[in-house]
């Protein structure tokens, strides 16, 4: 996606890490203005909403925390990105809490992840800038606006036919996580899972039920892991899970369970599908052994779960 500028507000009271930053962007084409504390910020914003706020976290008076929430009251749509320096997951998750859509950890090693991280809110800016000129058209259709702004909303990041995320935001979820691990040193696990022979189920009942069949099966994989992993559909029947914090033994535990629980549902029309339940087969990746990048795990998995479906499917490898 073309990165087009926009208007930056970065809050630091670090003027060597203000200036890098407002160099940086300011190259990227990026109309930047700076402030050096809470109070300094609230007044520019005041003046004239921006629609990508950069925060450190740690400011002196108002700290970045409390400066998300009366800037959000004033202009729900600003996304914020904030700046830690306590390599802490909890940090992190309670700024994403806050309102904040990312976060970045200084000192800065890598100006590539600032302006990865940043390109990427940027992209999010612009669509939503294009999905709220796509409601104005709608108003004058006498579409219900708060219903489709949500509809909108959902669908650059849920799949339509189950509601788990799509293969678009796990991929971002995917890197998020990676870079997350990378710097504090933590394994993740990967889980590439298939439903075996569902074309034979599709056949022998519809694709109406072999769509409920799906959604069912989405419903008990989502019921059975924690708050913090995320599920995704991968395409066709193919779903995929991150489970972050989580090593090879851990993973494969999960997903032995899933495949028992999923062999043992009564789905419906489960009877009738050979071998007379309705069951998936798995393929499991560890970062960092087996892959450093995106790429590499999820070639890993994929060959995991063919490896699976070699062997007899409604297993794990």
């Known amino acids: 996606m073309n990165h087009m500028g926009l208007r930056i507000l970065i809050v630091d009271d670090d003027d060597s890490q203000r200036s890098v930053l407002q160099d940086l962007l300011v190259n990227e084409g990026h109309d930047v203005t700076t402030a050096s504390n809470g109070e300094q910020a609230a007044e520019i914003f005041a003046q004239s909403p921006y629609p990508l706020v950069i925060t450190d976290l740690?400011?002196?008076g108002t700290s970045g925390l409390e400066l998300i929430e009366p800037l959000l009251r004033h202009s729900p749509d600003t996304q914020f990105i904030v700046i830690t320096s306590y390599a802490s997951l909890h940090t992190a998750v309670g700024a994403l809490r806050a309102g904040a859509c990312d976060y970045l950890v200084k000192p800065f090693d890598d100006l590539n992840v600032i302006l990865s991280v940043v390109n990427r809110t940027v992209d999010k800016i612009h669509l939503i800038d294009e999905n709220q000129l796509l409601v104005e058209r709608l108003r004058h259709q006498n579409t219900d606006l708060v219903t489709m702004n949500r509809i909108l909303q959902e669908l650059a990041v849920k799949d339509g036919l189950t509601g788990l995320y799509n293969h678009r935001y796990f991929h971002e979820i995917m890197d998020i996580e990676l870079n997350r691990s990378r710097r504090h040193r933590h394994e993740f696990s990967l889980l590439f899972i298939d439903v075996d022979h569902f074309k034979l189920y599709n056949d022998s009942h519809g694709h109406l039920q072999g769509d409920q069949l799906l959604r069912d099966l989405c419903e008990q994989l989502t019921s059975r892991v924690r708050s913090s992993d995320t599920v995704a559909r991968y395409g066709g029947e193919e779903f995929v899970m991150i489970l972050p914090?989580?090593?090879?033994?851990?993973a494969l535990t999960l997903a032995g369970n899933l495949c028992r629980h999923i062999a043992e549902y009564d789905f419906d029309g489960a009877h009738r599908q050979?071998?007379?339940?309705?069951?998936?087969?798995?393929?499991?990746?560890?970062?960092p052994n087996d892959g450093v990048e995106p790429n590499q795990l999820i070639e890993t998995a994929d060959q995991a779960l063919y490896r699976a479906k070699q062997a007899g499917r409604n297993r794990v490898v």
Do not use: H, Q
Not at 274 to 283: L, Y
């Open 58 to 60: 740690c400011l002196p």
């Open 245 to 250: 914090e989580t090593n090879k033994p851990g």
């Open 274 to 287: 050979s071998p007379g339940k309705v069951t998936v087969s798995i393929g499991v990746a560890s970062y």
